[in-house]
T-cell receptor
Framework: GIQVEQSPPDLILQEGANSTLRCNFS?????LQWFHQNPWGQLINLFY???GTKQNGRLSATTVATERYSLLYISSSQTTDSGVYFC??????????FGKGTRLSVIA | KAGVTQTPRYLIKTRGQQVTLSCSPI?????VSWYQQTPGQGLQFLFE???????NKGNFPGRFSGRQFSNSRSEMNVSTLELGDSALYLC????????????FGPGTRLTVL
């Protein structure tokens, strides 16, 4: 089945810093989503981005489907950005396959 | 539009018991998927339902089962609970299939003692 690798596994930032999270996948995809898991466990949708670039406030994402990777950019990070960020993909008729996540800690 | 809802939010059971979790999808969404999240295994797919039919199933034992009703609401059942079933169970809904954007509920945190 499709493999999803996220890097880095852990990231510690000072408030106000920028960061880039990466998601590599091993096959073509027809769905790619980025999620932020809050402290209570809920997965919050950030982007639905099987290809192209999107922006939402301080967050933006780019997926280069032909090269099988996606990037999530967080600018001017805030303490509320802390948590785990997941990339998840669908290839063909598969269910969502999740990466192991990047744990982000933003320090004031 | 109301989001995906899951009940109960927290549950404590003992080994050998069974449990039923419920998920109501976003209005108009017909596909419901279930995932299990544990610290050791991460997020793993359990099953997907569409129009009351199981469309896809993950690699879990037969103790895990589910169903979907005509109003798209879904339930999952775990029988003969084991300690290792302690996990966060997440439900997701999408319009038609996994290729559409999926939206998750708040989860049910199950503890098996």
């Amino acid at each position: 089945g499709i493999q999803v690798e996220q890097s880095p596994p852990d990231l510690i930032l000072q408030e106000g810093a920028n960061s880039t999270l990466r998601c590599n996948f091993s096959d073509s995809v027809n769905n790619l989503q980025w999620f932020h898991q809050n402290p209570w466990g809920q997965l919050i949708n950030l982007f639905y981005i099987p290809s192209g670039t999107k922006q939402n406030g301080r967050l933006s994402a780019t997926t280069v489907a032909t090269e099988r990777y996606s990037l999530l950019y967080i600018s001017s990070s805030q303490t509320t950005d802390s948590g785990v960020y997941f990339c998840a993909v669908v290839s063909g008729n598969t269910p969502l396959v999740f990466g192991k996540g990047t744990r982000l800690s933003v320090i004031a | 539009k109301a989001g995906v809802t899951q009940t109960p939010r927290y549950l404590i059971k003992t080994r050998g018991q069974q449990v039923t979790l419920s998920c109501s999808p976003i209005s108009g969404h017909r596909s419901v998927s279930w995932y299990q999240q544990t610290p050791g295994q991460g997020l793993q797919f359990l099953f997907e339902y569409f129009s009351e039919t199981q469309r896809n199933k993950g690699n879990f034992p037969g103790r895990f089962s589910g169903r979907q009703f005509s109003n798209s609401r879904s339930e999952m059942n775990v029988s003969t609970l084991e300690l290792g079933d302690s996990a966060l169970y997440l439900c997701a809904s999408s319009l038609m299939n996994s290729g559409n954007e999926q939206f998750f509920g708040p989860g049910t945190r199950l503890t098996v003692l």
